[in-house]
Nanobody, 123 residues
Framework: QLQLVESGGGLVQPGGSLTLSCVVS????????IGWFRQAPGKEREGVSC????????NYADSAKGRFTMSRDIAKNMVYLQMNSLKPEDTGVYYC????????????????WGKGTLVTVSS
């Protein structure tokens, strides 16, 4: 069974940076869509960034544009989310997810999920 394991979360001050990593137990290229999602306390899980495993068509939530960069390393089956200029509203559990189809960057479109890594942005 496919496994996704996120890492890199932690406590960071506003304005700081973090890089999240996700290792996928299978071949990333078996999945058309890979993405990062965030669930803030008391809120629904929302898409932060999604991309095609081929590297084309990256999408970012408005809140992430200009601050976050998603990438992947096919050889290592790794997915990354570089987060800069972090804000308290970026706090939440961040999940890595994949789907075999070309889907929109929404929770219901993804088929496999990691367990998440907690990011807390606070002074």
């Amino acid at each position: 069974q496919l496994q996704l394991v996120e890492s890199g979360g932690g406590l960071v001050q506003p304005g700081g940076s973090l890089t999240l990593s996700c290792v996928v137990s299978g071949d990333i290229l078996d999945y058309y869509t890979i993405g990062w999602f965030r669930q803030a306390p008391g809120k629904e899980r929302e898409g932060v960034s999604c991309m095609r495993s081929t590297g084309r068509t990256k999408n970012y939530a408005d809140s992430a544009k200009g601050r976050f960069t998603m990438s992947r390393d096919i050889a290592k089956n790794m997915v990354y989310l570089q987060m800069n200029s972090l804000k308290p509203e970026d706090t939440g559990v961040y999940y890595c997810a994949v789907a075999r189809a070309i889907v929109a960057c929404v929770k219901n479109g993804m088929a496999h999920w990691g367990k998440g890594t907690l990011v807390t942005v606070s002074s």
